[in-house]
């Protein structure tokens, strides 16, 4: 039994490092120990957070998988898989979270920003602009930074675009920024 678990263990650690989660296997027996299984976070997860990319958070130290993230860092829940949650470090590269513990799945070690797997929209038609900015809304108090793809939370108010279905826009620190309305995802911005 214990030949199988380890053979096991072998075989997941090298099939999957790099989307890893660690669980502790107990074998009976006088001279046995825990035996590490590696198991990867599923890929629904990991392309959820990818496709929903959030302002980066700075926190102290670099993380690594096993690291426990610390209670002041807000945690963004996978709707379809409430064992994990996520948010973006301040190298903005996706952390995978076991929600039960805190405890890092999944960063990606080099540093390189994974983007978003449908394109988002830039250029936006000069009249929808041009009513943004000669219509400003009282501004919008959101925490951190907000770029292109940035989810507006449900508690921030959009006005509607006239003239443009499925558009609508807020200001925040004097800058007007437009929201697909269906997916509350920023999609433009004055630089």
């Known amino acids: 039994?214990?030949?199988?678990?380890?053979?096991?263990?072998?075989?997941?650690?090298l099939a999957g490092p790099a989307l890893a989660q660690q669980v502790i296997v107990q074998d009976s027996g006088p001279?046995?120990?825990?035996?590490?299984?590696?198991?990867p976070a599923p890929e629904s997860v990991r392309r959820y957070i990818v496709d929903?990319?959030?302002?980066?958070?700075?926190?102290?130290?670099?993380?690594?998988?096993?690291?426990v993230v610390p209670m002041d860092v807000e945690l963004v829940p996978v709707p379809e898989n409430?064992?994990?949650?996520?948010?973006y470090d301040g190298d903005n590269r996706p952390v995978v979270v076991r929600a039960q513990d805190r405890q890092v799945v999944y960063v990606d070690e080099d540093g390189i920003p994974v983007e978003p797997?449908?394109?988002i929209v830039q250029d936006?038609?000069?009249?929808?602009?041009?009513?943004?900015?000669?219509?400003?809304?009282?501004?919008?108090?959101?925490?951190?930074?907000?770029?292109i793809?940035?989810?507006?939370?449900?508690?921030?108010?959009?006005?509607?675009v006239a003239g443009h279905d499925g558009y609508s826009y807020?200001?925040?620190d004097g800058r007007p920024y437009v929201v697909k309305t269906a997916e509350r995802r920023v999609v433009y911005y004055a630089r």
């Open 117 to 119: 797997q449908a394109p």
């Open 31 to 39: 001279s046995a120990g825990p035996v590490i299984a590696v198991v």
């Open 52 to 67: 929903n990319p959030r302002p980066p958070v700075v926190i102290e130290g670099r993380l690594s998988q096993g690291s």
């Open 170 to 172: 807020f200001y925040h």
């Open 1 to 13: 039994m214990r030949k199988l678990l380890i053979s096991t263990a072998l075989v997941a650690v």
């Open 82 to 87: 409430p064992e994990y949650v996520y948010f």
């Open 149 to 160: 793809g940035y989810e507006v939370p449900d508690s921030a108010t959009l006005q509607p």
């Open 124 to 147: 936006m038609p000069d009249e929808l602009i041009g009513y943004v900015r000669d219509n400003p809304v009282d501004p919008v108090v959101i925490e951190g930074d907000i770029d």
